[in-house]
């Protein structure tokens, strides 16, 4: 409970237009702890800096809820671009994307334009032996997120496209066993987002243990699971769960966000886990930002310390 009045506070206070100016202009320094430069050529360099470690990367351009189609083309346009330039730097194109970057909710000739978009990025992922993850957003997303999932998932199939479940969310063991059909490639996450207490979980002991249960049962039913927290005790029972139920290392891997105990990505990646850093860049990065400050109180000092320095 405390948890969700601290963030809903940050949260609140970040989406004031005159903080976020502040923000923007005297904290871009702090943000580069989270955000891999604005350029995709920064980004790429850090996959190759995280390699040297033996962690691999999933590229995320930042932007969402992009209002206009113009706007969610060009996105489209340069997720597009990373993937050739990913490849073409020799690094596997495994991005990330939010179907609001791409125009979902926006109709265009009839079909929606967040599901064209995402066809035409998930159809070059295949081309050039690559991945896509359709990252969840808020929970009004979350539906059409599924179904265009599924589209997805049958048209390129499990090994080029994934999803994410929020652990916060009542629903999601409901949607997980709901897709087990498709065997889909999922990371499961807590969840990042403000939400209302009528849809998610308000206390954090509940969304932990609805956590360890979407992760196992995913992991039992033998599907590819990608655990994305940075939450030591989770980590630890993950080990053991497989171990006991003789899952073997292929079928998982440990996701952690760029510039987050970065020391466990390397001694998980050492113990031979695969590990993979989810790395932002970007102009749009204040949403971003906002939600890794919004986890986690020592973060504000952090920003706060960082912009008194200048
Ligand atoms: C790879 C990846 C992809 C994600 N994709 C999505 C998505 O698509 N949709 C979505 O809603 N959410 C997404 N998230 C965010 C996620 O929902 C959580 O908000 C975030 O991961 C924090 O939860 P946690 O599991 O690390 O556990 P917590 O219990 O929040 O944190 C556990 C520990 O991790 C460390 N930690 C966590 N957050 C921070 C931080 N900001 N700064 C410093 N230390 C921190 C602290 O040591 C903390 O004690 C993603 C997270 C990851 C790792």
């Given at each position: 409970?405390?948890?969700?009045?601290?963030?809903?506070?940050?949260?609140?206070?970040?989406?004031?237009?005159?903080i976020?100016q502040l923000?923007?202009t005297?904290?871009?320094g702090?943000?580069?702890?989270?955000?891999?430069?604005?350029?995709?050529?920064?980004?790429i360099?850090?996959?190759?800096?995280?390699?040297?470690d033996?962690?691999?990367?999933?590229?995320?351009?930042?932007g969402?809820f992009?209002?206009?189609?113009?706007t969610?083309?060009?996105?489209a346009?340069?997720?597009?671009a990373?993937?050739?330039?990913?490849?073409?730097a020799?690094?596997?194109?495994?991005?990330s994307?939010k179907?609001?970057?791409?125009?979902?909710?926006?109709?265009?000739?009839?079909?929606?334009?967040?599901?064209?978009?995402a066809?035409?990025?998930v159809?070059?992922?295949?081309?050039?032996?690559?991945?896509v993850?359709?990252?969840?957003?808020?929970?009004?997303?979350?539906?059409?997120?599924l179904?265009q999932f599924?589209?997805?998932?049958?048209?390129?199939g499990?090994?080029?496209?994934?999803?994410?479940l929020?652990?916060?969310l009542?629903r999601?063991?409901?949607?997980?066993?709901?897709?087990?059909?498709l065997?889909?490639?999922?990371?499961?996450?807590k969840?990042?987002?403000?939400?209302?207490?009528?849809v998610?979980?308000?206390?954090?002991?509940?969304?932990?243990?609805s956590y360890?249960?979407?992760?196992?049962?995913?992991?039992?039913?033998?599907n590819?699971?990608?655990?994305?927290?940075?939450?030591?005790s989770?980590?630890q029972d993950?080990?053991?769960f497989?171990?006991?139920?003789?899952?073997?290392?292929?079928q998982?891997?440990?996701q952690?966000?760029?510039?987050?105990?970065?020391?466990?990505?390397?001694?998980?990646a050492?113990?031979?886990?695969?590990?993979?850093?989810?790395?932002?860049?970007?102009?749009?990065?204040?949403?971003y930002?906002?939600?890794?400050?919004?986890?986690?109180?020592?973060?504000?000092?952090f920003?706060?310390?960082?912009?008194?320095k200048?």
């Amino acid at each position: 409970m405390i948890d969700r009045i601290y963030r809903s506070t940050v949260l609140g206070v970040a989406g004031r237009k005159p903080i976020e100016q502040l923000v923007r202009t005297r904290a871009w320094g702090v943000a580069q702890r989270f955000v891999a430069g604005e350029e995709s050529s920064t980004a790429i360099a850090a996959v190759q800096e995280l390699a040297q470690d033996g962690i691999l990367g999933n590229l995320d351009l930042l932007g969402e809820f992009v209002s206009s189609p113009e706007t969610a083309n060009t996105f489209a346009e340069q997720v597009l671009a990373l993937q050739t330039q990913a490849a073409a730097a020799g690094i596997r194109p495994y991005v990330s994307v939010k179907l609001s970057s791409v125009g979902q909710g926006q109709t265009v000739e009839g079909a929606d334009l967040g599901l064209t978009n995402a066809r035409r990025i998930v159809g070059q992922a295949k081309r050039l032996g690559g991945f896509v993850c359709l990252d969840m957003e808020d929970h009004p997303r979350v539906d059409q997120t599924l179904e265009q999932f599924r589209v997805l998932v049958n048209e390129f199939g499990h090994d080029t496209v994934g999803t994410v479940l929020q652990s916060y969310l009542y629903r999601s063991e409901a949607d997980r066993a709901s897709l087990d059909d498709l065997q889909p490639n999922l990371r499961i996450v807590k969840g990042a987002y403000l939400e209302p207490a009528s849809v998610a979980m308000p206390d954090k002991a509940d969304v932990d243990a609805s956590y360890r249960r979407l992760v196992y049962a995913h992991l039992k039913a033998g599907n590819y699971t990608n655990v994305a927290s940075h939450d030591e005790s989770i980590i630890q029972d993950v080990k053991h769960f497989v171990l006991a139920h003789g899952i073997p290392k292929t079928q998982f891997e440990f996701q952690m966000l760029y510039g987050i105990r970065r020391d466990l990505q390397r001694e998980l990646a050492q113990q031979g886990y695969t590990v993979r850093a989810y790395i932002p860049y970007g102009r749009d990065w204040y949403a971003y930002f906002s939600r890794r400050i919004a986890e986690r109180p020592a973060n504000v000092m952090f920003v706060l310390r960082g912009m008194l320095k200048g």
